[in-house]
Nanobody, 124 residues
Framework: QVQLVESGGGLVQAGGSLRLSCVASGRAFASYPMGWFRQAPNKEREFVAA????????NYADSVKGRFTISRDNAKNTLYLQMNSLKPEDTAVYYC?????????????????WGQGTQVTVSL
């Protein structure tokens, strides 16, 4: 079992940057493909980015491609999401998740473990 704790959210102006972190408990972090999802008010949770176990293969939603970067440090049991050029429409609760589906998956139901989320608010 994996427990995930996100941090790094906050309030930022449009055009600004934030880096989210997700720390995983246990020694099995490196065996899980990982992903970030987000849920805006009154909307369903949506895929943001995914990375394979080794951090070498990534996938992004079209809405964040070129602005967000997912990465991982397996030695630190930590997943990251660097968010640049933030827009008000990026406002949401951001969740990290772990999956057993290699090399990675963009499908929410294929993730087995979830963090509790961190709020990101982007103002005009």
């Amino acid at each position: 079992q994996v427990q995930l704790v996100e941090s790094g959210g906050g309030l930022v102006q449009a055009g600004g940057s934030l880096r989210l972190s997700c720390v995983a408990s246990g020694r099995a972090f490196a065996s899980y493909p990982m992903g970030w999802f987000r849920q805006a008010p009154n909307k369903e949770r949506e895929f943001v980015a995914a990375v394979n176990r080794y951090g070498m293969t990534t996938n992004y939603a079209d809405s964040v491609k070129g602005r967000f970067t997912i990465s991982r440090d397996n030695a630190k049991n930590t997943l990251y999401l660097q968010m640049n050029s933030l827009k008000p429409e990026d406002t949401a609760v951001y969740y990290c998740a772990a999956s057993r589906r290699a090399p990675y998956t963009v499908i929410e139901s294929e993730y087995d473990y979830w963090g509790q989320g961190t709020q990101v608010t982007v103002s005009l």
